[in-house]
């Protein structure tokens, strides 16, 4: 039996977050057994707070949003979402003073840090884990992502950009804590250079720079150098890990992805939630 787990002491992260700009610090708790993970925004009257466990996600395309109701949302929860999963955390609560996480350097690289140096605490009760008892998927005219029942967490991504710098790109492994701290976790957020502009004018990515996202013109990054040949696609796997661990625990399950994104992400996590219901 696999017990779970907390941090075996607060910290705190400050940054700008990736969507909004704006400075923001998010002071981490541990939580009790069975609790599961708790987004609190502190800026708002009265302290507004969030159990993934019950949650409601609001639709997105270019990141994750968590839904407090009346229009209040804390958005780009992926990445730390994901560290968490590699740190095995079950029980945390993050309190934010903004609507949007710290984008760090645009990898879970900085959040798994700061759990591991707070250190890991087991608790006593035992871990629950998702199981899939039947396949499902998502799926439009050009992407798919499916799940189907296995005794290990596997994902396989293809990755597909109309750009000479990124192309064709295919991960593909079995998941487990050493390997996402090593191959995943570095992994930064990126876009293409002719897309950039057009996202800051939808107001998207007005934390974005040169340091936090990778930029990809037709020959590599702009002002930067890649941490892995094929990042983007690394990094398409840390947002799928993150995705699915708006759960509030992990997956077991054969994951297979061909161009996904948030929103078909979301879509799937929504399916499994239906079925944990039922
Ligand atoms: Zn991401």
Not at 34 to 60: A, H, M, P, Q, W
Request: charge should be negative; hydrophobic fraction near 40%; charged fraction near 30%.
């Amino acid at each position: 039996m696999e017990e779970q787990k907390t941090i075996a002491k607060d910290f705190f992260l400050e940054g700008k977050g990736l969507q909004t700009g704006k400075s923001v610090k998010a002071f981490f708790y541990p939580e009790k057994e069975n609790e599961g993970i708790i987004f609190r925004r502190t800026d708002l009257e009265g302290g507004t707070s969030v159990r993934l466990k019950d949650l409601s996600i609001l639709d997105t395309d270019r990141r994750s949003k968590i839904g407090f109701g009346q229009g209040n949302y804390v958005e780009t929860v992926e990445h730390v979402l994901a560290a968490l999963w590699g740190a095995g955390i079950d029980n945390i609560r993050i309190e934010l003073d903004g609507s949007e996480m710290p984008a760090l350097d645009g990898s879970a690289v900085g959040f798994l840090e700061a759990i591991k140096k707070s250190g890991i605490r087991k608790q006593s009760a035992p871990r629950e884990v998702v199981e899939i008892k039947e396949p499902l998927w998502a799926e439009d005219e050009k992407s798919f992502l499916g799940i189907f029942p296995s005794n290990a967490f596997k994902v396989s991504y293809l990755l597909e950009y109309p750009s000479p710098a990124i192309g064709r790109q295919f991960f593909s492994s079995v998941l487990d804590p050493d390997l996402f701290q090593k191959e995943i976790a570095p992994a930064r957020t990126f876009c293409l250079k002719e897309e950039a502009e057009a996202l800051l004018k939808q107001g998207y990515g007005r934390g974005a720079d040169l340091e936090n996202t990778l930029v990809m013109d037709t020959d590599g990054p702009m002002d930067n150098t890649l941490r892995f040949a094929d990042e983007p696609v690394r990094h398409k796997v840390l947002d799928l890990i993150g995705d699915l661990y708006l759960l509030g625990r992990p997956i077991k399950a054969r994951v297979i992805a061909i161009r996904s994104g948030h929103r078909l992400n979301l879509e799937l996590v929504r399916k499994v939630m239906v079925g944990l219901c039922r």
